[in-house]
């Protein structure tokens, strides 16, 4: 059996966490429309990439034979973000995405506003109502039953707990594997359907809010 050793996110580790984010949300988020091996495409991913890092005061990728095959990032209220100096000049990017297909910047924009507009229903309430979030937590196939998702979890459960956190949230979607939440000792406790109406045509998805009581 293959050892599993983990580690805080380096900058080193911003491609694997791209790729991690094409093969846990490809689905969900529309990218299998996209050319991956455009220069726009890594931009797009840049993006989605800069929304979790933005927000993270902790990470960690787990790692099998030197590969990163998994990575959490979560944040404390109160924390300073830690990552934020892992993201490049986003002028070579914010170009690439201007310059992209006017179909596909459509549905870029398409996805996010209906994303934003449904998690801001669940949110009503607002984030303040909890002490932390799970931004992300993603493991590749490559690297199933390895429990490294577990793994993961349980690390940013030790950070949780020296931040004196009680209660936290995450989103997710219906893509997903939220199996992982439910069998982790998450509670669901809002649903909104996402209807995008892309260029490639319709798609629905139930957008999910959980929470965790430690």
Not at 70 to 80: F, T
């Amino acid at each position: 059996m293959s050892d599993v050793i983990t580690r805080e996110i380096e900058e080193k580790d911003l491609s694997a966490l791209k790729s991690l984010i094409v093969e846990a949300f490809g689905e969900g988020w529309n990218l299998g429309r996209f050319n991956h091996g455009d220069v726009s495409f890594q931009a797009l991913l840049e993006v989605y990439l800069s929304m979790f890092l933005n927000s993270a005061a902790f990470g960690r990728v787990a790692m099998v034979n030197g590969e990163v095959v998994g990575a959490i990032l979560c944040s404390a209220k109160g924390e300073p973000e830690k990552f934020r100096w892992l993201q490049k000049d986003r002028a070579a990017y914010t170009l690439a995405l201007l310059t992209m297909p006017e179909d596909e910047r459509k549905d870029i924009a398409e996805h996010l506003s209906t994303s934003f507009q449904a998690i801001g229903r669940l949110l009503e309430n607002g984030a303040d109502a909890y002490d932390g979030s799970l931004e992300f937590i993603a493991v590749s196939k490559r690297a199933q039953g390895l429990k490294i998702g577990g793994t993961l979890w349980d690390e940013a459960r030790v950070y949780f707990d020296s931040k004196n956190v009680k209660s936290i949230y995450l989103i997710a979607d219906s893509s997903c594997n939220v199996g992982f939440y439910d069998h982790n000792g998450f509670i669901k406790t809002g649903v909104e359907e996402a209807v995008y109406n892309y260029t490639t045509g319709q798609k629905r998805f139930d957008i999910f809010v959980y929470e965790y009581k430690l």
